[in-house]
């Protein structure tokens, strides 16, 4: 199964390709007016290859960012901002977050594409292998010949075969050309020849290379009418560049296109090869040679140019995120201490309801609409409509968002209260708007703690603190570490923004190579005094100390120990207050052998 955070980054980049796509359409389209045929392939090989990349950006872009500790912003998101006036059936449609549910089609459309490609490389496989007979000596350094004129170096082998039944080149590294056993007899050599130029000048262009490339990006953004279309351009204007390489070295267009007529037949030509084309059309263009090309390719560039722009129209309307019952993802809300009085007095019950029971949930909008209702019939069909809103089975009596909402309102009144509501505290905000955590490492006592490498390491007495991870959170990432800190010890736990994760552990033991640093955190704000003591394990003072700190964030004592096991006790006490109360503060040290 994808992880869900990858299926929205590809169901995102899937949405964004479809007018990324046609504009890059539009570059192979604005070609088409030139008359070269290598200006025309040219442009179609960057806007075929840059759609890939387009894609592949996108698709990166839309990843969420990783990290080892991701800290919550205090302002939290809340689950499902829609317009209260509006119903389910009016609201505009969310075109990028439904594209996730076209990601296991379109896995499997890519996968059959594959499937058809290498179906293919077999079938070339078993031509190289099966029913192949080497080319009369005459033919095999004829063939050295013209790959010379053309400026090949490679060895080209040449073949004759049953199974195709016009020339066909195929291989990169060791390249091959078959031709049909018949024609070795049945044209004169002059005719043949020109076919084996045509054939050599796909060598010499690496376009067997090129078409490997292209069955990719076709396999890969097969759902996309554009690509087939710049597709489809690119190997009708390789064939007449190709054409254009044997007229340019043969000189007689008239003849060449007479070779081509006696092969217009059924042809049966693997799709890897490097063959393509209409040979009707290219026979006419050899022919008439015509100044400007047909009217439909401009139709078609009409359609591509209006079809991007549409697209381009629909990313700029803000469509509002699906409700879902368990992983609600919103913009920032304002905390309920934040709150500003309304000027018109509500019901209790209705109060509460938009105060309390919706506070993470409901939009500004939605707030200022039910603030605007006379009447207490108005007000139930508001909150009714509320509801329905999010229900992910509109029309059903049971609703599972707000089923699960209100279990977790009742978890943290019952789990998280302390001299606030449970649903007040940063603990159960987090947890109604983003659910249980997967993980949680509680320390409700504080004490010693053995803190990680990425949080400085040794040995620290903690505030009582509870480390809180969510596997993926949508909208914001994977791997969502959150920290809460109880430093008044009052059981009302702060998550860790960027003043309480600065909150520093009153106690700190950095290890040394020989011995130790005792690190003491103070107020900076009054002047403490401080004493320290270490004891082995049996009771024996190693060193006591004691200092004045005179409005100092920190106290430091490096003291020289041997390995083994000690005992630390401080002592910190406000020395301008008679009244204050002593800290105190024990741990366990061990100084391992070096």
């Known amino acids: 199964m994808i992880e869900a955070s990858l299926t929205q980054a590809l169901g995102s980049a899937l949405f964004h390709f479809l007018w990324q796509g046609a504009g890059l359409a539009l570059i192979a389209g604005l070609a088409l007016m030139f008359r070269s045929p290598r200006v025309r392939y040219a442009a179609a090989?960057?806007?075929?290859?840059?759609?890939?990349?387009?894609?592949t950006v996108t698709f990166a872009l839309s990843l969420p960012a990783r990290g080892s500790r991701m800290v919550m912003p205090v302002e939290l998101?809340?689950?499902?901002?829609?317009?209260?006036?509006?119903?389910?059936?009016s609201l505009p449609f969310d075109f990028s977050g439904s594209m996730r549910w076209f990601v296991p089609f379109w896995i499997a459309g890519v996968a059959l594409l594959y499937l058809r490609t290498f179906a293919a490389w077999l079938m070339l496989q078993r031509l190289r292998r099966a029913s192949v007979t080497p080319a009369p000596a005459f033919w095999k350094r004829r063939l050295e010949e013209l790959a010379a004129r053309l400026g090949i170096r490679?060895?080209?082998?040449?073949f004759g075969s049953e199974l195709v039944d016009v020339p066909v080149v195929a291989g990169f590294l060791r390249p091959a050309v078959f031709v049909p056993m018949s024609l070795f007899i049945g044209i004169p050599a002059e005719q043949l020849e020109y076919l084996l130029i045509h054939e050599l000048a796909h060598i010499r262009r690496f376009d067997y290379a090129v078409n490997l490339l292209q069955n990719a990006v076709e396999g890969l953004l097969f759902y996309h009418p554009a690509v087939w279309w710049v597709s489809r351009i690119l190997r009708t204007e390789r064939e007449n560049c190709c054409d254009d390489a044997v007229v340019?070295?043969?000189?007689?267009?008239?003849?060449?296109?007479s070779v081509l007529a006696s092969l217009e037949q059924n042809r049966n030509v693997p799709a890897l090869a490097a063959s393509g084309g209409n040979l009707a059309k290219r026979i006419v263009r050899l022919l008439n040679r015509p100044a400007n090309s047909s009217a439909a390719p401009m139709f078609g560039l009409l359609a591509l140019a209006i079809f991007a722009t549409a697209a381009w129209a629909a990313l700029q309307r803000p469509a509002p995120l699906p409700p879902l019952p368990s992983a609600p993802k919103p913009p920032a809300i304002r905390l309920i201490a934040q709150a500003k009085p309304e000027s018109a007095p509500l019901p209790k019950p209705f109060e509460k309801w938009l105060n309390e029971d919706v506070a993470y949930i409901v939009t500004k909008v939605e707030r200022e609409a039910f603030l605007?209702?006379?009447s207490d019939a108005e007000r139930e069909h508001f909150i009714e409509q509320f509801w329905q809103r999010r229900n992910?089975?509109?029309?059903?009596?049971?609703?599972?968002?707000k089923e699960e909402y209100y279990r977790r309102i009742a978890f943290a009144n019952q789990h998280f209260q302390s001299s606030v509501p449970g649903w007040k505290t940063d603990r159960g905000r987090v947890y109604i708007v983003y659910g249980p955590p997967d993980e949680i490492d509680a320390h409700p006592s504080g004490g010693a703690y053995q803190r990680k490498d990425s949080e400085g390491g040794g040995d620290a007495f903690m505030y009582p603190f509870e480390d809180w991870r969510y596997r993926f959170i949508d909208g914001i990432g994977t791997d969502v570490d959150l920290r809460f800190i109880d430093p008044a010890l009052d059981g009302t736990y702060k998550l860790a923004d960027a003043k309480t994760a600065a909150v520093a552990p009153p106690v700190v033991v950095r290890h040394a190579s020989d011995g130790v640093t005792v690190v003491v955190s103070l107020d900076p704000t009054q002047n403490t005094n401080v004493f320290v003591r270490?004891?082995?394990?049996?009771?024996?003072?190693?060193?006591?100390?004691?200092?004045?700190?005179?409005?100092q964030a920190s106290f430091e004592l490096p003291v020289a120990l041997k390995p083994g096991s000690y005992r630390l006790n401080v002592v910190t006490k406000d020395a301008d207050s008679s009244t204050a109360t002593p800290s105190h503060y024990e741990l366990s040290i061990t100084v391992p052998q070096p």
Do not use: D
């Open 45 to 55: 090989c960057v806007a075929l290859f840059a759609m890939p990349v387009a894609f």
């Open 372 to 374: 605007k209702l006379t």
């Open 534 to 551: 270490i004891t082995t394990a049996e009771g024996r003072t190693v060193t006591t100390a004691e200092r004045s700190s005179f409005r």
């Open 154 to 158: 490679r060895a080209v082998a040449l």
């Open 77 to 89: 998101p809340r689950a499902v901002p829609l317009a209260p006036s509006a119903s389910p059936a």
């Open 248 to 257: 340019e070295m043969r000189g007689n267009a008239r003849e060449y296109a």
């Open 392 to 401: 992910p089975a509109p029309g059903t009596a049971e609703n599972a968002f």
